[in-house]
């Protein structure tokens, strides 16, 4: 996002994505780890100061269904709070196998 938010907006956006991971795809609260990146100025000469680029990695396997589902509540979240609309939204989803996701020294299948 671009920089100069304050630390509620900020806490909000990470929030919102964070209930929306747990409500939609089911991902434990333990296993949910989140980066938040900014930068000075417009991040891209079409996007509005309120523009948000989500990517999110997950394991393989969810459905179509349950992938939409997850836009759609990560839309809903962000535009209860911090007030961002789904048009200022970008979210990406990568997708990897198990045995290409490492934790404790073992991969994670």
Same mark, same amino acid.
């Given at each position: 996002?671009v920089?100069?938010?304050?630390?509620?907006?900020?806490?909000? &956006? =990470?929030?919102?994505?964070?209930? +929306?991971?747990?409500? $939609? &795809?089911?991902? @434990?609260?333990? +296993?949910?780890?989140?980066? =938040?990146?900014?930068?000075?100025?417009?991040?891209?000469?079409?996007? @509005?100061?309120?523009?948000?680029?989500?990517?999110?990695?997950?394991?393989?396997?969810?459905?179509?269904?349950?992938?939409?589902?997850?836009?759609?509540?990560?839309?809903r *979240?962000?535009?209860?709070? @911090?007030?961002?609309? +789904?048009?200022? =939204?970008?979210? $990406? =989803?990568?997708?990897?196998?198990?045995? *290409?996701?490492?934790?404790?020294?073992? @991969? $994670?299948?």
């Open positions: 996002m920089s100069g938010k304050t630390q509620e907006y900020r806490k909000a &956006v =990470l929030q919102g994505i964070r209930e +929306a991971l747990k409500e $939609a &795809v089911g991902v @434990p609260d333990g +296993a949910i780890e989140q980066v =938040l990146y900014e930068v000075e100025g417009d991040f891209s000469s079409r996007e @509005p100061e309120s523009g948000v680029v989500i990517e999110i990695t997950l394991f393989e396997g969810r459905s179509r269904e349950i992938k939409s589902e997850l836009y759609r509540t990560i839309a *979240n962000l535009a209860q709070s @911090p007030g961002i609309a +789904a048009r200022d =939204l970008v979210i $990406a =989803l990568y997708e990897i196998p198990r045995e *290409n996701w490492g934790t404790g020294g073992r @991969p $994670a299948e």
